[in-house]
Structure formats: C-alpha cells, structure tokens
C-alpha cells in the first residue's frame, strides 16, 4: 500500500527520474531569490538606517545653523539700533552743524559787508579831507598823496562795484599831477639863509659913523695950563653938537637897543613868511617880504654886499607866486558817494 501511494499512478519511472532535478533547481532559485531578497532588503535597511541618521546629523547642524543665525541675527538687530542711534546723533549733529554754518555766514557776510562799509567810510573821509585842504590851503601834494593812498585802500577791496570810483580818481590824480607847484622845499631854504644872515647885515648908522671925519686936533701950543683947559673944554663942547646941511635923506640913528630889537623883528617877519609859505598863504608871504624889504632899505647900509644879496634874494622870493590853480577833485568823491547811496537802496 506503501509503495502504491509513493508511486505516482500511471507514470513511468523515466519522467519521475526528470521532474526531481527540476525541483531542486526550482527551490534552489527560490532560495537565491530570498538570499537575494534579504540581501537588498538588509542593504535597504542600512541605507535607510544611514540616511536617516544623516539626516538627523543635518538637522542637528541645521538647528545649530539656525540657533547660530538667530544669534547672528539678534547680534545684527542690536548693533543695527546701536548705528541707527548713532546715525541720529550724527544727523543731529549735522543740522546742528548746517545751522552753525548758516550763522556763521550770515556773520561772515555782515562783517563783510561792514568792513566794505568801514573802508569806503574811511576813503570817504579821506578824501572830503583832501578836497577840503586843497581848496583851503592849496597843498597840491598833500592832495595827491590822500588821492593815491584812497586808490590804493580801494584796489585792495577788489570788488568790481568800485571801478567806476577809481576810474573817477584817476582823473583827479592826473589833474593833480598837471598843476604847476612852487619849489617850496627850496624857497623854505632860502628864508632860513636869510633869518640866519640878519646878525651879519651891518646897519646904515654903523656905516656913516665909520666914515665921518675926525675933527682935527688943533696944534700943540705953549700957552698956559689954563689956556689947555678951556680948550679941551670948547673942543668937547663942541663935539657934542654937530650941525650939517643934510641935501640927502640920512638913516635914522639908532641906539644899541633899538638895532637889537631891529634885527629881531626883521627875524620875526621872515619867519612869518616862512609860515606863510607853508601855508601857501601868498598875500601874507608877500606882505612880509616887502616889509623886510622896506626895513633892509631903511636900517641897513645898502651899499654892503652882504645887504644887496639880501635884497636880490628877496627879489627871487618875490617873483615866487604861491597861488596856483587849483583844480576839482570832487569826481571821486561824488562817484563813492553815490556808490554807498546805491548800495543802501540795495540792501
């Protein structure tokens, strides 16, 4: 019964023998296959079980990362209000600044303008002075030099306003420059020779006295000593008064006193035309050398050489004329003044 049912019914022995080989190799794949099967499925497993702590470690590194950059980012945060608080300061202290500048040249245009103010005041008076003592005393050269000093202060302003001003100046400098001035220096020096030569100018009285004839003495004679004595007596008698016809007209005799005070008041007119040349006032220059004149003509022996050069000096003093033409120089003055009356409708 056994061997009936372990032997297939109706099969041969050949085809049992083929099938069992088949069926080993059939089990043997299987085999294989779940070899291979668990295989992958082990290196799935371990790949899985790698990736997965990867991504752990990636997370951990991301949760670092991110806590990093938190921190970075708060560290940003505050240092950015610390620099937006400075920014502020800083902005406060740049208008601040802008507004101190803002002063400042409002105050540096008010001096300005007040020293442009001060200077042309200054050349204002300068030459109001000039055009005043030039028609007043005729100082033709004190005028020019107050003329010159004016354009000089005015070209160191350098403003382009003020061409107009110093053209008009440079008109009157240029009609300053054409007048015809006395050589005052010089006639001064000739004034002081003759107030130093008054003391050697010998007076007309001198000279007449050391010209007059000496009475003879009359003759020794051998009469008594009474007889010598009324003599002498009558000779100094009459050596006390002398009479002559005089048919010219003699100097006057003056004592000692009076030649002193002579001499000093012949001084004192030469000097007073010394002043009056410095003030180039020439009706008194001349009315002070004419009385010197009359005076030397008079007193002083005008036969003396000394004396006739004084004359003839007088004379060249005389044909000095000191009133010269003096001509406008208001064309700058007007020309500034109506400058600063433009400018004060300007501002």
Do not use: C
């Not at 295989?39 to 799935?44: F, K, L, N, P």
């Amino acid at each position: 019964m056994d061997d009936s049912e372990s032997k297939p019914t109706g099969e041969p022995p050949a085809a049992e023998a083929r099938r069992r080989p088949t069926s080993l190799l059939g089990l043997l794949a299987i085999l294989i296959a779940v070899g291979l099967s668990a295989g992958v499925w082990y290196d799935a497993r371990q790949r899985v079980d790698t990736a997965r702590e990867e991504l752990a470690r990636r997370l951990q590194e991301i949760e670092k990362q991110n806590g990093d950059t938190g921190a970075l980012a708060r560290q940003s945060q505050d240092a950015l209000r610390e620099l937006q608080g400075k920014v502020a300061v800083i902005d406060g202290r740049l208008t601040e600044a802008r507004d101190q500048q803002r002063s400042l040249e409002a105050m540096y245009q008010e001096l300005s303008r007040n020293r442009d103010e001060w200077q042309l005041a200054e050349i204002e008076q300068i030459l109001d002075t000039a055009s005043q003592q030039l028609q007043l005393s005729g100082n033709v050269r004190a005028a020019l030099l107050a003329l010159q000093l004016a354009d000089t202060r005015l070209a160191r302003m350098d403003r382009p306003q003020l061409l107009p001003v110093r053209r008009a100046l440079a008109r009157d400098i240029e009609r300053l420059k054409a007048v015809q001035t006395p050589d005052l220096p010089g006639l001064g020096l000739e004034l002081d020779a003759l107030v130093a030569a008054v003391d050697d100018l010998p007076l007309a009285y001198e000279e007449r006295a050391a010209t007059a004839p000496v009475p003879a003495s009359a003759p020794p004679t051998d009469q008594g000593y009474l007889a010598r004595l009324a003599a002498d007596l009558w000779h100094e008698l009459r050596g006390l008064v002398v009479l002559r016809r005089v048919d010219t007209p003699e100097p006057p005799l003056l004592p000692p006193t009076q030649a002193y005070f002579l001499r000093e008041n012949l001084r004192l007119r030469l000097l007073s035309a010394r002043m009056a040349l410095l003030a180039r006032d020439d009706a008194g220059y001349r009315a002070d050398l004419l009385a010197s004149r009359s005076w030397i003509t008079r007193y002083f022996d005008v036969r003396s050489k000394r004396v006739s050069a004084a004359l003839s000096q007088i004379e060249q003093l005389l044909s000095s004329s000191l009133a010269t033409g003096t001509p406008s120089i208001s064309g700058g003055l007007e020309a500034l003044r109506s400058l600063k009356s433009q400018q004060g409708k300007g501002s």
